[in-house]
């Protein structure tokens, strides 16, 4: 009930502060519940906290009391930030009116304007799946299907694939194009399902001209809706419809998916988005930056701030341009232009989560999932090669993404001499030069524990 107040409480504060404002200083707030008057708030950094109760605890007291909840004051403390992504900000729709394409019944998800290719960067990581796209987005005829765009979280897939579909209606505005994400195609599924309206579904998805579905490892394990998926997919690729999926990983990796749908998605064209590098990331700053720059007008930046941010800020795209949109209206609040200190001051919680660092038991146990051995497996004395095998890349990533020494990361591993490690990580070199599958594997795991 109180949760749903703040709802909105939120909504209304959205439309009276601004949607940069919202989403800097309010969207970050964690509601912890009212009593006796009292409305409690978990902030990530106590200097969000006492920012908000300084100019904004005025008109959110106001807010919870005409939504019928008597508060009398504010109360914030600092915790650690929830790991999910931000929900999005309850006008975002408002302001942004997305100019889906004309809907003609299709029951797609709206396209983000935002998500175009001129305002998609290009860098080495993600060069070829960015040439991928633009090619398909150019229509024409179908040279690969599907598409199959694969990467970690923020890497640009939603983004590219929106860009697809906005190219293609520029370029052909009566092409039939359904973007929607696999839990929305699920929906959808059961839904008529219920309403018997299973006949029109199939008949509706059967009849576009092209076809994507965002992050389909959703489905995995959801038998019926897979099976749906697969008749769809199939029916489409017949009648040569360009299909573009996209998933967190190669269709190989994705458990839990039948067999007979990796081997169809494996068909077609097959592309990943690698992680940032640092030119990459500076080059979205930058890009990012200029349109900052003119919607706050006059604002300026120190030299040397988004290279710190690119240096400091890895995880994925989406962190780093939150990052950059709380700096740039912190320092249009402040008035004054935004410095070294003031962003290592104003990003301290986004700074710390990405020191984050990645411990050697997430790497035994990731890699033990992975490979579905037992943990204890990992570093029992077992030397079979379905269990020693594991251990070594557990050894090798080890070395590679913690900074903990050979003789240490030998205890870890049951005690095992410096010496075994050592060749344990020679081992895993020698055969990710050999051997693909091994490399992809490898990739994979750094990507999972690295998220
Ligand atoms: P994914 O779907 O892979 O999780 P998104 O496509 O949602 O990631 O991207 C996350 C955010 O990062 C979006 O706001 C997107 O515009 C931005 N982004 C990602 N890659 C790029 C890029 N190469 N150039 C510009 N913006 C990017
Ligand atoms: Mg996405």
Same mark, same amino acid.
């Given at each position: 009930?109180?949760?749903?107040?703040?709802?909105?409480?939120?909504?209304? %504060?959205?439309?009276?502060?601004?949607? #940069? #404002?919202?989403?800097?200083?309010?969207?970050?707030?964690?509601?912890?519940? !009212?009593?006796?008057?009292?409305?409690?708030?978990?902030?990530?950094?106590?200097?969000?906290?006492?920012?908000?109760?300084?100019?904004?605890?005025?008109?959110?007291?106001?807010?919870?009391? !005409?939504?019928?909840?008597?508060?009398?004051?504010?109360?914030?403390?600092? *915790?650690?930030?929830?790991?999910?992504?931000?929900?999005?900000?309850?006008?975002?729709?408002?302001?942004?009116?997305?100019?889906?394409?004309?809907?003609?019944?299709?029951? *797609?998800?709206?396209?983000?304007?935002?998500?175009?290719?001129?305002?998609?960067?290009?860098? =080495?990581?993600?060069? %070829?799946?960015?040439?991928?796209?633009?090619?398909?987005?150019?229509?024409?005829?179908?040279?690969?299907?599907?598409?199959?765009?694969?990467?970690?979280?923020?890497?640009?897939?939603?983004?590219?694939?929106?860009?697809?579909?906005?190219?293609?209606?520029?370029?052909?505005?009566?092409?039939?194009?359904?973007?929607?994400?696999?839990?929305?195609?699920?929906?959808?599924?059961?839904?008529?399902?219920?309403? =018997?309206?299973?006949?029109?579904?199939?008949?509706?998805?059967?009849?576009?001209?092209?076809?994507?579905?965002?992050?389909?490892?959703?489905?995995?394990?959801?038998?019926?809706?897979?099976?749906?998926?697969?008749?769809?997919?199939?029916?489409?690729?017949?009648?040569?419809?360009?299909?573009?999926?996209?998933?967190?990983?190669?269709?190989?990796?994705?458990?839990?998916?039948?067999?007979?749908? =990796?081997?169809?998605?494996?068909?077609?064209?097959?592309?990943?988005?690698?992680?940032?590098?640092?030119?990459?990331?500076?080059?979205? !700053?930058?890009?990012?930056?200029?349109?900052?720059?003119?919607?706050?007008? *006059?604002?300026?930046?120190?030299?040397?701030?988004?290279?710190?941010?690119?240096?400091?800020?890895?995880?994925?795209?989406?962190?780093?341009? *939150?990052?950059? #949109?709380?700096?740039?209206?912190?320092?249009? !609040?402040?008035?004054?232009?935004?410095?070294?200190?003031?962003?290592?001051?104003?990003?301290?919680?986004?700074?710390?989560?990405?020191?984050?660092?990645?411990?050697?038991?997430?790497?035994?146990?990731?890699?033990?999932?992975?490979?579905?051995?037992?943990?204890?497996?990992?570093?029992?004395?077992?030397?079979?090669?379905?269990?020693?095998?594991?251990?070594?890349?557990?050894?090798?990533?080890?070395?590679?993404?913690?900074?903990?020494?050979?003789?240490?990361?030998?205890?870890?591993?049951?005690?095992?001499?410096?010496?075994?490690?050592?060749?344990?990580?020679?081992?895993?070199?020698?055969?990710?030069?050999?051997?693909?599958?091994?490399?992809?594997?490898?990739?994979?795991?750094?990507?999972?524990?690295?998220?």
């Amino acid at each position: 009930m109180t949760n749903e107040i703040w709802g909105n409480v939120r909504d209304e %504060l959205c439309k009276s502060i601004g949607r #940069n #404002n919202f989403v800097t200083w309010i969207e970050p707030l964690e509601f912890a519940g !009212l009593s006796s008057g009292v409305a409690k708030f978990v902030a990530p950094t106590s200097f969000i906290g006492d920012w908000v109760s300084r100019n904004f605890s005025e008109q959110i007291r106001r807010q919870f009391n !005409l939504n019928g909840a008597e508060v009398s004051r504010l109360e914030f403390c600092t *915790g650690a930030p929830r790991r999910k992504a931000p929900a999005p900000a309850p006008a975002a729709q408002a302001e942004a009116p997305s100019r889906a394409p004309e809907d003609r019944d299709l029951p *797609g998800a709206p396209l983000d304007e935002r998500f175009t290719f001129d305002s998609f960067v290009v860098g =080495k990581p993600n060069a %070829l799946a960015h040439a991928a796209a633009r090619r398909v987005g150019e229509g024409g005829p179908v040279t690969f299907n599907p598409l199959f765009l694969y990467g970690g979280v923020g890497l640009g897939k939603t983004h590219l694939m929106h860009a697809i579909a906005w190219e293609l209606q520029a370029r052909s505005p009566e092409l039939r194009v359904l973007y929607l994400s696999a839990e929305q195609f699920m929906y959808r599924f059961i839904q008529a399902l219920r309403d =018997k309206q299973i006949m029109s579904f199939k008949e509706v998805f059967r009849s576009v001209d092209v076809l994507m579905v965002d992050d389909v490892q959703f489905i995995a394990g959801k038998e019926s809706t897979q099976e749906e998926f697969f008749h769809t997919f199939n029916a489409l690729v017949d009648q040569n419809r360009q299909i573009v999926i996209s998933a967190d990983r190669a269709p190989g990796e994705i458990k839990d998916l039948e067999e007979r749908i =990796k081997s169809r998605l494996q068909c077609g064209l097959v592309v990943d988005l690698h992680p940032t590098d640092y030119e990459l990331r500076l080059g979205i !700053l930058q890009q990012k930056a200029e349109t900052f720059k003119r919607q706050y007008g *006059g604002l300026s930046l120190a030299s040397g701030v988004l290279e710190f941010l690119a240096h400091r800020i890895t995880t994925n795209v989406r962190v780093l341009e *939150g990052a950059l #949109n709380r700096l740039f209206a912190f320092g249009s !609040l402040v008035g004054r232009e935004i410095t070294l200190e003031l962003a290592q001051e104003c990003l301290s919680d986004i700074l710390r989560a990405s020191d984050r660092k990645v411990t050697i038991e997430e790497i035994q146990r990731k890699v033990s999932e992975h490979y579905n051995i037992r943990l204890s497996d990992m570093i029992g004395p077992k030397r079979v090669r379905t269990i020693a095998r594991p251990r070594q890349i557990a050894m090798y990533l080890a070395k590679h993404l913690t900074e903990r020494s050979l003789p240490e990361i030998g205890r870890r591993f049951g005690g095992r001499d410096h010496t075994t490690i050592m060749h344990g990580v020679r081992k895993v070199e020698e055969l990710r030069a050999a051997d693909p599958q091994l490399a992809e594997d490898l990739a994979l795991l750094q990507r999972l524990l690295q998220a």
